[in-house]
């Protein structure tokens, strides 16, 4: 299994960003998919993941200014980052699950090397 993200670089407070991670070495429709972020110093965050029925879930953190979206067909999950916040700044990562729901999070076992996302105030 292999995941790559692309997308990340550095924009300006308010700005938008699309990060995208293509996957390969999955059937990709009936896993679930997610984006984690890692800061510096600080704990792994879950941002948004998706369901193999695209049901959604957001961390409070990002509510209303990301959304998460797949492409069976492509293989291709992408994170709108829209709004974007100096805390936004972090390594963010694409995680696919061998479930279908995105819970519980111990099943997200493939993961990317990550793209940088760097917010400036």
């Known amino acids: 299994v292999q995941l790559v993200e692309s997308g990340g670089g550095l924009v300006q407070a308010g700005g938008s960003l699309r990060l995208s991670c293509a996957a390969s070495?999955?059937?990709?429709?009936?896993?679930?998919l997610a984006w984690y972020r890692q800061a510096p110093g600080k704990e792994r965050e879950r941002v948004a993941a998706?369901?193999?029925?695209?049901?959604?879930f957001y961390a409070d953190s990002v509510k209303g200014r990301f959304t998460i979206s797949r492409d069976n067909d492509k293989k291709v999950v992408y994170l709108q980052m829209s709004d974007l916040k100096p805390e936004d700044t972090a390594m963010y990562l694409c995680?696919?699950?061998?479930?279908?729901?995105?819970?519980?999070?111990?099943?997200?076992?493939?993961w990317g090397q990550g793209t940088q996302v760097t917010i400036s105030s």
């Open positions: 070495g999955l059937i990709f429709r009936i896993n679930a």
């Open positions: 995680a696919a699950s061998d479930s279908g729901s995105y819970y519980p999070e111990g099943w997200f076992r493939y």
């Open positions: 998706i369901s193999s029925g695209e049901q959604t």
